[in-house]
């Protein structure tokens, strides 16, 4: 019903040198944040994740391969990301179920009080 996925906030390449192929040009840091979508709302949340490709021997570097040069640069990149701000966004079909919510919730308290009657 809901779907979560996570859109590209920033690219960077890295000149350090891959741990697998010690290539020294073709190591790429993306950093992601998640957006989470159903019929009702859409909404961007805090949650960001990174991943760091080789492109010249197509494999992804996990944090444990990581040399003390590549953490340093990880960690200045992510502070020089700007994620997008937390946001909540209700759709059409949300908007009407509150409006319908509400128009029956008067319906019950004025046929509960007596203001209206059905004879």
């Not at 993306?30 to 494999?59: G, P, V």
């Not at 997008?84 to 059409?92: N, Y």
Request: with cysteine; glycine share 2%.
């Amino acid at each position: 019903m809901g779907s979560s996925r996570f859109f590209t906030l920033k690219e960077a390449r890295l000149s350090n040198n891959c741990p697998e192929c010690y290539s020294n040009d073709s190591l790429e840091l993306t950093f992601k944040q998640k957006l989470s979508e159903n019929i009702f709302y859409k909404a961007i949340t805090a949650d960001i994740k990174s991943q760091m490709q080789c492109h010249n021997c197509n494999t992804q570097i996990f944090p444990i391969r990581w040399t003390d040069d590549i953490e340093r640069v990880v960690d200045y990149q992510k502070r020089a990301v700007q994620p997008k701000p937390k946001s909540f966004k209700l759709k059409p079909l949300a908007w009407a179920f509150i409006a319908f919510d509400l128009l029956l919730l008067v319906g019950i308290i004025l046929f509960a009080t007596g203001i209206v009657s059905f004879k």
